[in-house]
């Protein structure tokens, strides 16, 4: 997926997505915190889109591909932990 699972080992299990989101399911190593997967993702996602797609981004308000919000929930060696970042 655009280079992000073999060069930051983070793996994509899952994707979906609804009318207005995506849902993103991935397996990564704990050196990295949620909010920098997502980081990652919307970032080279967008520039990787972009590139192959110039016109998406004129369709796109304001040119952005992602918005700024995100929930995250994570599961590791301490439990359940979830986050929502919106903005």
């Known amino acids: 997926f655009f280079g992000i699972e073999k060069r930051y080992e983070i793996h ?3 994707i979906g997505s609804d009318e207005d989101h ?3 399911l991935v397996q990564s190593v704990s050196m ?3 909010e920098k997967i997502i980081n990652i993702i ?3 996602t967008a520039i990787k889109i972009f590139k192959h797609h110039p ?3 004129k369709k796109l308000w304001g040119g952005k591909f992602w918005t700024s919000g ?3 929930n ?3 060696q301490y439990g359940l932990y979830g986050l929502d970042h919106t903005r």
Do not use: L, R
């Open 12 to 14: 994509f299990i899952e």
């Open 22 to 24: 995506v849902h993103i």
């Open 32 to 34: 990295y915190s949620p």
């Open 42 to 44: 919307k970032s080279i």
């Open 55 to 57: 016109e998406v981004k």
């Open 70 to 72: 995100y929930y995250v």
């Open 74 to 76: 994570t599961v590791g």
